[in-house]
């Protein structure tokens, strides 16, 4: 299976760091985000592996380069402008292949082993979610009996971590476009199954949950 890494939002939450670092380049216990999740990827024998990046895009290319260094092999997927989540995906769909991939939210970390996530074969996606942290107390999603719900007795917030079938995106076009509409168009037709991780799960979406993290891995 191969695993796309989200590396193209701007970072507005984050700034001023990323007027001048792209946000998964930015360090936490002494390295940067995005090589945590690549490391993972490589320990759970994911080795093929696309980055989409937007905001100071070549400084990612110019820190992972091919990926070689890592134990992984990496292809860009460039994007100008950032084309939201649903966008960037299905411009890097020719990367991917036509069979289900992995796909993880730069800016989150996690100690979850991707290895075991699984798609079935008549599902659109299979979501990772997790606790409500608290600035996010909603949550997004509900989870009945394997599958994912949009209401339900208790919610879940989508982790940014999940599989996806191409076929999810086969009314797409070329553009800026959002993802949820997709999933819940397919969770309305019940073809996204989902699973809880209780492990460890933060959304580096600000400079003090960044600096949590490296508390975190510093300690």
């Not at 394997?146 to 007795?153: K, S």
């Not at 991780?197 to 975190?216: K, N, S, V």
């Amino acid at each position: 299976m191969k695993a796309m890494i989200l590396a193209a939002g701007r970072g507005n939450r984050m700034r001023p760091l990323t007027d001048r670092i792209p946000k998964p380049l930015l360090e936490a216990g002494g390295k940067p985000l995005i090589q945590y999740h690549i490391e993972r990827l490589a320990a759970a024998g994911i080795r093929d592996l696309v980055i989409n990046h937007a905001h100071l895009g070549e400084q990612i290319e110019a820190a992972l380069g091919d990926g070689r260094t890592l134990g992984v092999r990496i292809r860009y997927s460039p994007e100008r402008p950032a084309l939201e989540t649903g966008g960037g995906i299905f411009r890097a769909l020719p990367l991917l292949g036509p069979d289900p991939f992995l796909v993880i939210n730069g800016d989150v970390w996690t100690d979850l082993d991707p290895s075991g996530l699984r798609l079935a074969e008549s599902d659109l996606a299979h979501l990772v979610l997790v606790g409500n942290p608290g600035h996010h107390p909603g949550g997004d999603f509900a989870l009945v009996e394997g599958r994912v719900a949009l209401e339900g007795d208790t919610r879940l917030t989508y982790s940014g971590i999940g599989v996806y079938s191409p076929k999810l995106f086969a009314d797409c076009a070329p553009g800026v476009f959002p993802l949820a509409p997709l999933l819940r168009r397919a969770i309305l037709e019940r073809r996204v199954s989902g699973v809880r991780y209780p492990g460890q799960w933060l959304d580096i979406g600000t400079p003090e949950r960044l600096a949590e993290l490296d508390r975190l891995l510093s300690g």
